[in-house]
Structure formats: structure tokens, C-alpha cells
């Protein structure tokens, strides 16, 4: 049962086949992520998931005019929620420039439920692409997210209709430091 296939296979996908992801599948892709660590187990994630197609246009507008997202039959919209880490009640606006050491730990802890996401969906035979090219005044408005939750990424889903070639990854030799650096 070895992971190594999916991480080698997987690709970021930017062309869907226009036909819909079971549910089965969303759901074990939801549950993925759901089982993913994080510090003191705070579970900072929460997943909005978008199917309608104005949506899906007004996303990928804001994450400036990717107009191939719209191809995916879904959209996981993947927050971060600052308050599972900061419980006073204090007025919070989380933005990309934020200087809350918090918001750093949530979006790791987040990322890490995302590439549950991302590795799952290889697993089921879907494409995936993780996409993060926005602010959060312009993506959090379209689903009504408050202004004290984190937009980590959103990750368009569906069955590829691309097979883009492996890209050139670094030797082992070039990243690899024991002891120190």
C-alpha cells in the first residue's frame, strides 16, 4: 500500500471532462482531510464546497481571471478558522500581511488537510489543482466568509481531460542536509 504512486502521478490539473464527481467521492475526499494532523489538534479547516456556476465564475474571477477553473465541476473552498487558536473574542481581520503568529499556524495546518485532498483525489482517479492566487478581500465576500477566517486555497475537482507531463523536480542531493545545514 504504498502512497509513493499517487505523489508520483499527481499533477495540477486545468482541464475537466464535463462530467460530475459522485458524491461518494467528495465525501471521501472531505473525509481525508478531516483526518489530517494538526498542532494540539486544533482542526482549524472548514470546507465549502461550490457546484453552482456563478460561483464558480465570480471565484474564478477573483483569483484573478483563471478562467479555466470554471471547467471543474467543483470547487473545495478551503478556510481556516483563526478562533481555534485565539479564544479571546477580540476583533480579528485576517488578511495576507496579518502579524498573528496564529495565522501562520492554521494555514500550515490547513495546507496539510489540503494535500489530503490533493493526494485522495489521485487516489480516486480525479484531477485537482490547488489554487491560491487571490487576496482575501476579494474571495472571502462571494461565500460570505467573515472577515476572522483565512482563505488558504481552493482546489478545483474533477476527471481530467489532461495528462500533463511530470515537471523537473530537484535531486535529492540539492535539498537533502543532515545534521544542520
Not at 2 to 21: A, G, L, T, V
Not at 71 to 100: G, K, N, Y
Request: proline fraction near 6%; glycine fraction near 2%.
Amino acid at each position: 500500500m504504498s502512497m509513493m504512486k499517487e505523489i508520483e502521478k499527481r499533477r495540477s490539473i486545468r482541464k475537466y471532462r464535463n462530467k460530475p464527481i459522485e458524491d461518494e467521492k467528495i465525501i471521501q475526499l472531505l473525509e481525508s482531510a478531516r483526518l489530517a494532523p494538526s498542532g494540539s489538534n486544533t482542526q482549524p479547516w472548514h470546507f465549502i464546497l461550490v457546484k453552482e456556476e456563478a460561483s464558480k465564475q465570480k471565484l474564478a474571477e477573483a483569483s484573478h481571471k483563471q478562467n479555466w477553473m470554471i471547467s471543474a465541476p467543483v470547487f473545495i473552498v478551503c478556510v481556516a478558522d483563526i478562533r481555534c487558536r485565539m479564544t479571546e473574542q477580540t476583533a480579528v481581520s485576517l488578511q495576507e500581511d496579518s502579524p498573528q503568529v496564529e495565522l501562520k499556524q492554521i494555514i500550515r495546518d490547513t495546507s496539510i488537510s489540503m494535500e489530503h485532498i490533493l493526494l485522495q483525489a489521485e487516489n480516486l482517479g480525479l484531477g485537482a489543482c490547488w489554487v491560491a492566487w487571490f487576496t482575501q478581500e476579494e474571495i472571502r465576500p462571494i461565500l460570505n466568509i467573515p472577515a476572522d477566517k483565512y482563505v488558504v486555497g481552493i482546489i478545483t475537482l474533477g476527471y481530467a481531460d489532461e495528462a500533463p507531463k511530470p515537471r523537473p523536480r530537484k535531486k535529492l542531493e540539492e535539498i537533502v542536509h543532515y545534521e544542520s545545514w
